[in-house]
């Protein structure tokens, strides 16, 4: 790091140093601030769980959601997820914080039952780091025995980077979790480098192209082209389809010629919270049953 502000400042002028240095202190200073506030964040209930539809546009209807985190503390006010899910497996608290994620996601999909005649998924992001501690099977578990919800019902959402670790344990980890009956989904699809033979060794059950594919969709040739590719090698190797970050029309449709059944984003709904979405979960069931489906 020092090497690298030398260089910057050999090359690019004196100030450069001087400038450099500074914003990372202001990085790193931010970081740990952040950082202090979240090891106490759920212990002071400053976190939540959100819940973002997941819809198939083929049945108009839902199938179930994403749950997402959110923080809000008094003095940094929202930081999104993006940013503490970093800081928190960098300071050691990503088990913690992921078994109450399971815990409370399977508890809420419990209070779902009997709002729709359909019964839901529920859809838990995992990182890579509550894999490698190894409790996470153990922790599933008791999830879902305390909650009671059947485990067909659970969905854990893993990365690439997880796959490219290629660790026998992650596998065999995965495995029980297929076993148990858990639903394997692949998120972020297309960011990182799995190529078709690679995904293939892993028991997955659902693909999910990343967002960024999918913006500006109905204006980028080469985003069409890649969501093309995706999308055959998701049939190649029999996998359901998931498109996240669905925000208008153009994209609904390209997605629904090309097949793709299920699909979340802001064109359907934001993450919403508990309440709201046990609202909108009513409205949906009243919505089937006055204008029945085509
Ligand atoms: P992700 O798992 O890929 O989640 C989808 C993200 O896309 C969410 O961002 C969601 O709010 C956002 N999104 C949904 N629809 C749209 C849309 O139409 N347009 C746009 N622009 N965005 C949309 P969010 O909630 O900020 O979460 C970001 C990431 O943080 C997640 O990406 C996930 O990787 C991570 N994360 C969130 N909750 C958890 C958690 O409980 N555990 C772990 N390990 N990671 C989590
Ligand atoms: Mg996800
Ligand atoms: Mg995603
Ligand atoms: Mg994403």
């Not at 240095?21 to 202001?26: A, D, G, P, Y």
């Not at 959402?157 to 490219?164: A, D, G, K, V």
């Not at 449709?253 to 919270?273: C, D, K």
Request: hydrophobic share 40%; aromatic share 8%.
């Amino acid at each position: 790091c020092a090497d690298m502000a030398m260089y910057q400042a050999k090359s690019d002028g004196r100030n450069t140093y001087h400038f450099f240095s500074q914003e990372m202190r202001r990085i790193s200073e931010k970081q740990l601030l952040i950082s202090n506030h979240l090891r106490y964040a759920l212990a002071k209930n400053e976190i939540s769980l959100f819940f973002q539809p997941k819809i198939d546009i083929t049945l108009n209807q839902i199938t179930g959601a994403e749950a997402l985190l959110r923080w809000h503390n008094p003095e940094l006010g929202d930081v999104p997820p993006s940013e503490f899910i970093p800081l928190a497996e960098n300071i050691g608290i990503i088990s913690e914080l992921g078994a109450w994620v399971l815990q409370q996601a399977c508890n809420e999909a419990m209070k779902w039952q009997g709002l729709t005649k359909q019964r839901l998924q529920v859809s838990v992001n995992v990182s890579p780091q509550q894999f490698r501690i190894g409790s996470l099977l153990k922790e599933v578990k008791k999830a879902l025995t305390v909650s009671g919800l059947p485990s067909d019902q659970l969905e854990l959402e893993i990365t690439e980077s997880l796959l490219l670790q290629d660790s026998e344990q992650n596998l065999s980890q995965l495995r029980d979790f297929a076993d148990q009956g858990i639903r394997l989904s692949l998120d972020d699809f297309g960011t990182g480098y799995s190529s078709l033979s690679y995904v293939r060794r892993f028991p997955l059950h659902i693909l999910k192209i990343d967002r960024s594919f999918i913006h500006g969709l109905e204006n980028d040739l080469n985003h069409k082209v890649l969501v093309d590719a995706i999308i055959a090698m998701a049939r190649s190797l029999n996998l359901e389809l998931v498109a996240e970050g669905v925000e208008n029309k153009q994209q609904l449709e390209f997605l629904r010629q090309r097949g793709v059944r299920t699909i979340q984003g802001y064109i359907i709904s934001p993450p919403l919270n508990p309440e709201d979405f046990r609202k909108f979960l009513k409205n949906e069931h009243q919505s089937s049953r006055s204008n029945p489906r085509r």
